[in-house]
């Protein structure tokens, strides 16, 4: 393939990721601040909404940190050790683009995809099914008083209350309960990563650390998960929906839609002639 190839190549290669990744930016904007959500009503007297409000174990900054910047630095890391000795590079408008260089973006790339699709379905899901978290009484305060008998066990529908707490700011966010996007996201990166390293970091020695750190990096999404439950953020089924589509398109994302760079082997295969000849080192040469 000819260098004009080559940068042509690669060049449609960015700009086809480029376009991908603003529609799917547009598409998670669109669905977060210019999609009304549904508001769905409650039952008078439901226990499963009458938790306490608390603060986040995991915050959204340290889940959007560790969830990307983990994965972006293993990802540098195992592909400059697998393919730093590779010297077949490419050249793209005259620039010599390394293999290790190469094979981080593809990496990189698909595993940025896989998170904004993540995003976007999370997003989806809490418009469309608009239930209300645990903590929905403490926040809400709604006016109806279910200890009269007229909403006593009755289903109040969004248009019959009104919300007298102070927190005005969650309101929006109270009703957004299901899927759990923690859940989603600290599965979908953590599970890729661990599918990840099961894939690259296979150089000599490494087997013991790679299990260890697969163990580790699914725990982080684990704990996170089970703290969604433990701070009254979602019931145990949007948990579970949301580490369900995590681990889903984890898997899809890794398998069919990640492009990888494969190392060089250091020896040729022997061709078939030569290999019979070393293994009937005696045999009489034909007449």
């Known amino acids: 393939m ?10 449609r290669k960015i700009v086809v990721d480029a376009f991908m990744f603003g529609a799917l930016a547009f598409s998670i904007y669109f669905t977060r601040y210019l999609w009304l959500p549904f508001e769905r ?5 439901d226990e499963s909404l009458m938790f306490p409000y608390k603060d986040d174990t995991v915050s959204t900054t340290v889940l959007r940190a560790v969830g990307l910047g983990l994965p972006i630095v293993i990802f540098l890391i195992c592909e400059w050790v697998l393919l730093r000795k590779d010297y077949e590079d490419q050249r793209c408008l005259g620039l010599r683009v390394p293999s290790w260089l190469r094979g981080f973006y593809c990496a990189l790339v698909s595993f940025g995809l896989g ?12 418009n469309v099914i608009g239930r209300p978290r645990p903590h929905f009484f403490d926040l809400c305060k709604p006016t109806v008083d279910c200890s009269i008998e007229r909403w006593r066990g009755r289903y109040i ?40 390293l099961e894939k690259r970091m296979v150089w000599r020695g490494t087997r013991v650390l790679r299990h260890s750190m697969q163990f580790v990096v699914v725990m982080l999404s684990w704990f996170t998960a089970l703290s969604r439950v433990s701070d009254y953020k ?54």
């Open 41 to 45: 009503g409650f039952f008078c007297g």
């Open 234 to 287: 979602h019931h145990w089924s949007d948990v579970l929906a949301g580490y369900f589509l995590g681990v889903t398109l984890a898997v899809l994302v890794w398998t069919w839609g990640t492009d990888i760079v494969p190392q060089k082997k250091k020896h040729s295969p022997l061709p078939q002639h030569d290999f019979s000849m070393a293994i009937h080192p005696h045999a009489a040469a034909p007449a």
């Open 115 to 126: 998170t904004c699709f993540v995003e976007l379905s999370t997003n989806i899901a809490k």
């Open 2 to 11: 000819s260098r004009e190839e080559v940068t042509m190549l690669v060049l």
């Open 157 to 196: 529908q969004a248009d019959e209350y009104t919300c007298t707490g102070t927190l005005t700011d969650k309101f929006t966010d109270m009703h957004m309960s299901f899927l759990s996007g923690h859940s989603a996201w600290s599965a979908y990166t953590m599970i890729y990563l661990a599918l990840y």
